[in-house]
């Protein structure tokens, strides 16, 4: 019988649950009302919480850096420190691509990016801005993270 067994079972109980007994849980668990009927999402996010509740949450740091990718993705801005990325070329730098037969130029900030003028907090929101569309701004500029060995 190894340590984990009993959270095991716990989850695995959980599949065999209705959903007034999943929602009787989440109460239990959350001391808060079920914030719905559907079963997958029940079954999922209470077998995170009782993990979570048994080996820990997330750490300080990596709770900070959700937050900001929470806010990255929303285009908040009120945060003033930002997420570094490995992948950010060096300040000064001027990404070029041309989308709908048109050429976008983009200088790399210390903080942000620019274009026409225009400060983005992200990639991203750049590729947004000349797309119209949701785009990860690292593959829509032709960024990757370097592999081992490449200089």
């Not at 990016?113 to 907090?121: A, E, I, S, V």
């Amino acid at each position: 019988m190894t340590t984990h067994e009993p959270i095991l079972a716990r989850l695995a109980a959980l599949k065999a649950m209705s959903v007034n007994e999943l929602k009787t849980e989440w109460q239990a668990l959350f001391d808060a009302p079920a914030p719905n009927n559907s079963r997958a999402f029940l079954e999922s996010r209470l077998a995170y919480r009782i993990q979570e509740l048994t080996y820990g949450g997330p750490d300080k740091q990596t709770r900070r850096l959700l937050d900001l990718l929470a806010d990255e993705v929303e285009g908040i801005l009120t945060r003033k420190s930002q997420i570094a990325d490995p992948r950010n070329p060096v300040v000064g730098t001027k990404l070029i691509r041309e989308w709908d037969g048109i050429a976008h130029t983009v200088t790399v900030l210390k903080e942000g990016f620019d274009l026409g003028g225009q400060r983005y907090k992200s990639l991203s929101a750049v590729a947004r801005a000349i797309t119209g569309t949701r785009w990860n701004g690292y593959r829509f500029f032709g960024l990757r993270e370097r592999k081992r060995g490449e200089a």
